[in-house]
């Protein structure tokens, strides 16, 4: 919300709530919800709060769970149509301490496009911007170079100095994963001696 010094601390407050409760192994509501708290409890501006979209997706099935604090709605490239996902309407973080959230499900498919914009991709001269159309137009680019173009296009249209920030990530989903893998220590992998003496020779 706003701009200058206090918007920044802000939207670092939040952030670094929602980075701490992640860290902790807490979901995305839980996240949310602690995010919230942080806000309306810490921030140094009577009224302040911050919009956000939150989402977790798992690579192996494209199980996309969002949930959406008051943001613009993600949007959802498929099969040549752009369509807003429709989510559970949320309050933004700051506004009511002891708010409870909700989370949807997108389940994505193989060839998915999902896309987040921040309003001032959508606000003020930016809303001259087809912005659907620009996305299917875009849709063969790799998502780095989705998101070059677009920022041009937003530039272009508003203007080389842009009233409010114009954010995007392009996120393309392209089916199963493979076998799950982790980093979480020796008790999730097994070993054979030969590996381990030739792992200790390497260091």
Do not use: K
Not at 3 to 19: D, E, I, K, P, Q
Not at 160 to 175: E, H, K, Q, S
């Amino acid at each position: 919300m706003g701009h200058g010094v206090a918007s920044a601390l802000t939207a670092t407050l939040g952030v670094g709530s929602l980075r701490n409760s992640r860290r902790r192994g807490a979901g995305l509501v839980a996240q949310a919800e602690e995010a919230n708290r942080a806000v309306a409890e810490n921030a140094n501006v009577r009224g302040a709060y911050v919009t956000a979209v939150l989402g977790r997706i798992d690579l192996t099935t494209g199980r996309c769970e969002l949930v959406n604090a008051g943001h613009v709605p993600p949007i959802l490239v498929r099969d040549g149509r752009v369509v807003p996902v429709d989510l559970p309407g949320n309050f933004p973080f700051g506004m009511f301490p002891g708010e409870s959230y909700r989370s949807g499900e997108l389940p994505l498919l193989p060839g998915d496009r999902l896309v987040v914009v921040t309003d001032g991709m959508r606000d003020r001269n930016a809303a001259d911007l087809d912005l659907p159309a620009a996305l299917l137009r875009l849709s063969h680019l790799h998502p780095r170079e989705a998101v070059r173009a677009l920022s041009d296009a937003v530039l272009e249209i508003a203007g080389p100095a842009l009233t409010d920030d114009a954010t995007l990530l392009v996120v393309d989903w392209y089916g199963d994963h493979g076998p799950r893998r982790s980093t979480a220590g020796a008790d999730t992998a097994r070993v054979s001696p030969d590996e381990e003496r030739s792992a200790h020779r390497g260091r």
